[in-house]
């Protein structure tokens, strides 16, 4: 494996960028985290507050997370579902980042076997068929495999909620093919065990998600630019390796992917190596109080065993240069991104962009204080107190900051 990088001269990180089809101001992206602002499956008030102020404060483009393509496809049961009922929700989301300059994008995406908060009728959808850890607590016991025609529809339905993105003004979709979602059910060894054309060896078990972007593609990819958010590895033994992620790298490149995001880790498997560091439990069982006791013993059970993890900035870069030597596709460099340090030498390496979700939670005029001078080093400390607030009624936030108002997370966008 070679590690020479590319000798992209190092550019302005606030200068415009042409992302496929689209023209961003800077290269700072705001990366897809779950905000847990949701009415009724649309968003809410203070999901377009949340949006508006990213923009507001200068990132490039804003990303919002996550939208199943389907009812089916949710893994939380008040997730944003992606269908035409809510569209002027969507479009007053979109209209209030463009307001602030910004551009806005959505991480669209199917949980496949990884539904934790709703029933779904008969087997959850997967790569191959087995007992399903993530849908115990909810009854989910089981997942199958899909065949063709499952696979068919559910292509169809990314290219469905895709062109419902396009119709509210949205620039850009994240097709989310990491963290162990479906699309990463096919990629990662430790979820396909396949031995037809769609398992087995790296570039089989990328077939089917390069196939969904590159339906996508062909259906949106001249008004909006078309991302992947993939996995740099598992990060667990058996899972994918940074090889792998070489070779679906290099298939959704020929795909047509306008930019690949970097990260890494699974939900279930690995949640430390995502974040680079291990979840705030004291926080989490705070959030979860008078959640019965089911689910914090399961998030207990899932830690153990979990490895002690310092977190330490740019925490995928080692990884993330050697896909950066393999492709020329457009990268996002992802992972631990505190600094204008950091930020440079992210692009200096060849990365056409960063890819920020604690920083900016931690403060969202980060880009525009880091542009001004104010600032060159983020204030978040990285004690990732902000995850288990995707499950709190007034949503994410940083536990350094003042909270959400409950109020602006029960009405709906467009209400
Ligand atoms: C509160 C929170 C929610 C997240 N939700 C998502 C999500 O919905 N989709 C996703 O792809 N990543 C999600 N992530 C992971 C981030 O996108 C990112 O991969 C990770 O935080 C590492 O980037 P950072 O070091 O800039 O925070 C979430 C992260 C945080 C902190
Ligand atoms: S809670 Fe705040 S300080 Fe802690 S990781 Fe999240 S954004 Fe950073």
């Given at each position: 494996?070679?590690?020479?990088?590319?000798?992209?001269?190092?550019?302005?990180?606030?200068?415009?960028?042409?992302?496929?089809?689209?023209?961003?101001?800077?290269?700072?992206?705001?990366?897809?985290?779950?905000?847990?602002?949701?009415?009724?499956?649309?968003p809410s008030k203070a999901l377009v507050k949340h949006h508006r102020d990213l923009a507001a404060g200068g990132?490039?483009?804003?990303?919002?997370?996550?939208?199943?393509?389907?009812?089916?496809?949710?893994?939380?049961?008040?997730?944003?579902?992606?269908?035409?009922?809510?569209?002027?929700?969507?479009?007053?989301?979109?209209?209030?980042?463009?307001?602030?300059?910004?551009?806005?994008?959505?991480?669209?995406?199917?949980?496949?076997?990884?539904?934790?908060?709703?029933?779904?009728?008969?087997?959850?959808?997967?790569?191959?068929?087995?007992?399903?850890?993530?849908?115990?607590?909810?009854?989910?016991?089981?997942?199958?495999?899909?065949?063709?025609?499952?696979?068919?529809?559910?292509?169809?339905?990314?290219?469905?909620?895709?062109?419902?993105?396009?119709?509210?003004?949205?620039?850009?979709?994240?097709?989310?093919?990491?963290?162990?979602?479906?699309?990463?059910?096919?990629?990662?060894?430790?979820?396909?065990?396949?031995?037809?054309?769609?398992?087995?060896?790296?570039?089989?078990?990328?077939?089917?998600?390069?196939?969904?972007?590159?339906?996508?593609?062909?259906?949106?990819?001249?008004?909006?630019?078309?991302?992947?958010?993939?996995?740099?590895?598992?990060?667990?033994?058996?899972?994918?390796?940074?090889?792998?992620?070489?070779?679906?790298?290099?298939?959704?490149?020929?795909?047509g992917a306008d930019m690949l995001v970097l990260s890494g880790g699974r939900n279930i498997e690995s949640g430390?190596?995502?974040?680079?560091?291990?979840?705030?439990?004291?926080?989490?069982?705070?959030?979860?109080?008078?959640?019965?006791?089911?689910?914090?013993?399961?998030?207990?059970?899932?830690?153990?065993?979990?490895?002690?993890?310092?977190?330490?900035?740019?925490?995928?870069?080692?990884?993330?240069?050697?896909?950066?030597?393999?492709?020329?596709?457009?990268?996002?460099?992802?992972?631990?991104?505190?600094?204008?340090?950091?930020?440079?030498?992210?692009?200096?390496?060849?990365?056409?962009?960063?890819?920020?979700?604690?920083?900016?939670?931690?403060?969202?005029?980060?880009?525009?204080?880091?542009?001004?001078?104010?600032?060159?080093?983020?204030?978040?400390?990285?004690?990732?107190?902000?995850?288990?607030?995707?499950?709190?009624?007034?949503?994410?936030?940083?536990?350094?900051?003042?909270?959400?108002?409950?109020?602006?997370?029960?009405?709906?966008?467009?209400?």
């Amino acid at each position: 494996m070679t590690t020479t990088l590319p000798a992209t001269p190092a550019c302005d990180p606030f200068a415009p960028f042409q992302l496929g089809p689209i023209t961003l101001r800077n290269r700072f992206i705001r990366a897809g985290a779950n905000e847990g602002m949701c009415v009724d499956g649309a968003p809410s008030k203070a999901l377009v507050k949340h949006h508006r102020d990213l923009a507001a404060g200068g990132v490039g483009l804003t990303t919002v997370a996550y939208g199943a393509v389907s009812k089916v496809g949710r893994t939380l049961e008040n997730q944003i579902w992606l269908r035409p009922s809510i569209l002027p929700d969507l479009k007053a989301l979109a209209q209030a980042v463009h307001d602030a300059g910004g551009r806005i994008s959505f991480q669209i995406t199917h949980g496949g076997s990884f539904v934790t908060s709703c029933k779904v009728q008969g087997a959850t959808l997967s790569a191959s068929s087995g007992l399903n850890k993530a849908g115990l607590l909810r009854g989910n016991y089981w997942h199958r495999a899909m065949n063709e025609s499952d696979m068919e529809r559910v292509a169809s339905e990314f290219v469905t909620a895709a062109q419902l993105c396009r119709e509210a003004g949205f620039d850009a979709v994240e097709i989310h093919m990491g963290h162990g979602y479906l699309l990463n059910q096919f990629i990662s060894p430790l979820s396909n065990k396949r031995q037809d054309a769609w398992g087995g060896s790296a570039e089989n078990r990328a077939r089917f998600p390069a196939e969904v972007l590159r339906r996508v593609k062909q259906a949106v990819g001249h008004d909006m630019a078309v991302l992947a958010k993939i996995n740099v590895a598992d990060g667990v033994p058996g899972g994918a390796t940074v090889q792998d992620a070489i070779v679906t790298a290099r298939a959704l490149q020929a795909a047509g992917a306008d930019m690949l995001v970097l990260s890494g880790g699974r939900n279930i498997e690995s949640g430390w190596f995502m974040f680079g560091s291990n979840f705030n439990m004291e926080e989490m069982a705070k959030v979860l109080k008078g959640s019965g006791w089911l689910t914090p013993l399961m998030l207990k059970l899932s830690q153990m065993g979990a490895p002690k993890v310092a977190f330490k900035e740019m925490y995928f870069l080692e990884y993330s240069r050697q896909i950066r030597a393999a492709v020329e596709v457009p990268l996002g460099y992802l992972g631990g991104v505190k600094s204008m340090d950091n930020v440079r030498t992210a692009l200096a390496d060849g990365f056409e962009a960063v890819v920020l979700a604690r920083a900016l939670i931690h403060e969202p005029a980060l880009v525009h204080r880091f542009q001004s001078g104010e600032l060159s080093q983020s204030g978040c400390s990285n004690c990732n107190g902000c995850v288990p607030y995707i499950y709190h009624p007034a949503g994410t936030w940083c536990i350094e900051r003042p909270a959400n108002s409950l109020t602006l997370n029960q009405t709906r966008a467009a209400g």
